[in-house]
Nanobody, 119 residues
Framework: QVQLVESGGGLVQAGGSLRLSCAAS????????VGWYRQAPGKQRELVAG???????NYASSVKGRFTITRDTAENTLYLQMDNLRAEDTAVYYC?????????????WGQGTQVTVSS
């Protein structure tokens, strides 16, 4: 059973930093596109940052320059360094890994970790 387990969320003041981690088991990160999504109350889940299987990164415009996504393929772990946090970054953050193979899509999600930024 594939598992993605997030950690590192919490309560922080505006302008502060947090580092989220996503530990994966039973999949090989290097062949998946991986990323962080977030969902605020009353809003749709949105992509925050992603890394393709070839290592290309992309960011939502709202976090570009403040957040950094990295992956450790040896440890099968994904990270999201979040700096200069704002109140609008408050959300549940989810880790995702996906790939297309054998005519289907493999799509895995973590359980989420809460990030709350106080203004």
């Amino acid at each position: 059973q594939v598992q993605l387990v997030e950690s590192g969320g919490g309560l922080v003041q505006a302008g502060g930093s947090l580092r989220l981690s996503c530990a994966a088991s039973r999949i090989t990160f290097s062949i998946y596109a991986v990323g962080w999504y977030r969902q605020a109350p009353g809003k749709q889940r949105e992509l925050v940052a992603g890394i393709s299987s070839s290592g290309v990164t992309n960011y939502a415009s709202s976090v570009k320059g403040r957040f950094t996504i990295t992956r450790d393929t040896a440890e099968n772990t994904l990270y999201l360094q979040m700096d200069n946090l704002r109140a609008e970054d408050t959300a549940v953050y989810y880790c995702n890994a996906n790939r297309y193979a054998l005519g289907g899509k493999y799509d895995y999600w973590g359980q989420g970790t809460q990030v709350t930024v106080s203004s």
